[in-house]
């Protein structure tokens, strides 16, 4: 029997939640995306269970959403949990584009990012585009030394992945060198721009990551919910949300622009396209 695209298992009072598919950097099917949100619904379900830990399994935690790998599932129908709307895979263009991204990437992202435990990404290797978001609606963020990020869409004509925190997570100037450039950004980086709070040993990083969230299981449950609403809500305050809501509107534009004028919706790029854009960067 093949692997599944999502391990997940307790660790006392921990929840660790693993992408599994190594051999494609851990490239986010949407297979993969309700896999995790069954995983993230039985930690959230579980009395015992005080921390979430999203990790990656290999070297890298995430290159991002699937664009090419053979199990690409674009033209598969799942049972919609995250927003009302229709299913895609009987609708054309913008349409189906909509429909399926408003279920599976934005929809998805506010949904994890509302789960009332802390949620903790443990990063290693690549995390890309789409690996952004995931780590995004994470509470916290546990680096490993050779952990870089990036998101190079704007190469696809497209304004920033579907969750667009950029300016929230890393500050309107971060943000706009990152999406201008398209260029990796260092876990260095990444810590001055307040997007990670720990930089460790790629060898103790699972240590580490374990040993922070064993010290916020020890904080009532309800407190920890709470505590994370209350930040939530001021995000949303400064204008996340609904800064979001026009964004997705933006990229959408984006998509219909290319499927117009090129190949295809993604302006003729591939990850690999990309990936070699980036070489040396």
Not at 4 to 10: D, K
Not at 117 to 140: F, H, R, T, Y
Not at 164 to 192: D, I, N, S, Y
């Given at each position: 029997?093949?692997e599944?695209?999502v391990?997940s298992?307790?660790?006392g ?9 190594p ?14 949100d069954?995983a993230?619904t039985?930690?959230v ?9 999203l ?7 995430s290159?991002?959403?699937d664009?090419?790998?053979?199990g ?8 919609r949990?995250?927003v009302?709307?229709?299913?895609h ?5 913008g ?15 506010r949904r ?6 802390p949620?903790i990404a443990?990063i290693?290797?690549a995390?890309?585009?789409g ?8 509470d916290?963020v ?9 998101d190079?869409?704007v190469r ?7 969750y ?6 890393l500050?309107?100037?971060a943000?706009k060198?990152?999406?201008?450039t398209?260029?990796?950004f ?7 721009w ?7 040993p790629?060898?103790?990083l ?21 505590a994370k609403k209350?930040?939530?809500?001021a995000?949303d305050?400064m204008?996340?949300r609904?800064g979001?809501?026009s964004?997705?509107?933006l ?6 622009h ?15 396209s990309?990936?070699?854009?980036n070489?040396?960067?």
């Amino acid at each position: 029997m093949s692997e599944p695209v999502v391990r997940s298992e307790r660790r006392g009072p921990v929840a660790v939640v693993t992408m599994n598919r190594p051999d494609y950097r851990n490239a986010q099917n949407s297979a993969m995306t309700y896999a995790l949100d069954d995983a993230f619904t039985d930690a959230v379900n579980d009395p015992e269970v005080k921390v979430i830990v999203l990790a990656g399994a290999g070297k890298h935690f995430s290159a991002g959403h699937d664009i090419g790998t053979p199990g690409r599932d674009v033209d598969v129908t799942f049972d919609r949990r995250a927003v009302m709307w229709w299913d895609h895979t009987d609708r054309a263009g913008g349409d189906q584009r909509f429909a399926r991204e408003s279920e599976v990437y934005l929809g998805m992202c506010r949904r994890w990012r509302e789960i009332p435990k802390p949620m903790i990404a443990s990063i290693q290797g690549a995390c890309i585009a789409g690996g952004l978001m995931l780590a995004w609606v994470c509470d916290l963020v546990v680096a490993s030394e050779d952990a870089f990020f990036a998101d190079p869409v704007v190469r696809m004509g497209i304004p920033g992945v579907e969750y667009f925190a950029h300016p929230w997570v890393l500050g309107p100037r971060a943000a706009k060198e990152v999406l201008f450039t398209g260029e990796r950004f260092t876990v260095q980086q990444a810590k001055e721009w307040g997007m990670i709070n720990r930089i460790v040993p790629r060898a103790e990083l699972e240590q580490h990551t374990l040993e922070l969230a064993g010290k916020i299981s020890g904080m009532p449950s309800f407190g920890l919910a709470l505590a994370k609403k209350a930040v939530n809500q001021a995000e949303d305050l400064m204008g996340m949300r609904s800064g979001m809501d026009s964004v997705f509107g933006l990229h959408h534009l984006a998509h219909a622009h290319n499927a117009e004028t090129s190949a295809d919706s993604l302006g003729g790029q591939s990850a690999r396209s990309m990936r070699d854009a980036n070489k040396g960067a």
